[in-house]
């Protein structure tokens, strides 16, 4: 299981090759599917610099959970959602400064706020994140 820390050694390793001067830090976004991690999607820090431009997600949970039937194209929306999904809070997209977003009591037509956000038509409101793709 990938965590944190394993997280920082791969964006140091692959993406800045070990230069934290690396001209891709601040221009590029970095993004990992890796099989099983501590969270499902996260966006994390690489360590340097005051950029946050770097996410994850967790394939087996997509594969698992989001993926039903098991038909390709459920598969190939689960996971651009997901990826879409995080690469926006890499561009300062939070439930903090956006309302609608990340909140989990949203998520599905039985809880309230899934209604109270339902005209915010976003990959960032998980009542629409693998719907809209």
Same mark, same amino acid.
């Given at each position: 299981m990938a965590d944190?820390?394993?997280?920082q050694?791969?964006y140091w ?5 070990g230069?934290?001067n ?7 976004h970095?993004? !990992?599917? @890796?099989?099983n991690?501590?969270y499902? &999607?996260?966006?994390?820090?690489? *360590?340097?610099g %005051?950029?946050l431009?770097?996410w ?9 959970e989001?993926v ?11 996971f ?6 995080e690469?926006g809070?890499? !561009?300062? @997209?939070?439930n903090?400064?956006?309302? &609608?977003?990340?909140?989990?009591s *949203?998520?599905? %037509?039985w809880q ?6 339902r005209p ?14």
């Amino acid at each position: 299981m990938a965590d944190h820390e394993a997280l920082q050694g791969f964006y140091w390793d692959y993406f800045l090759h070990g230069d934290e001067n690396n001209w891709r830090r601040g221009v590029f976004h970095y993004g !990992l599917v @890796i099989y099983n991690s501590t969270y499902h &999607g996260f966006v994390f820090w690489g *360590g340097v610099g %005051p950029y946050l431009d770097s996410w994850q997600i967790s394939s087996v949970v997509l594969e698992r959970e989001k993926v039903i039937p098991k038909i390709q194209a459920k598969r190939d929306i689960a996971f651009a959602s997901a990826y879409m999904h995080e690469c926006g809070h890499t !561009l300062g @997209i939070f439930n903090g400064n956006t309302p &609608g977003c990340d909140d989990r009591s *949203g998520s599905y %037509p039985w809880q309230i706020n899934w209604w109270k956000w339902r005209p915010y038509k976003s990959v960032m409101n998980y009542g629409y994140m693998y719907k809209i793709v």
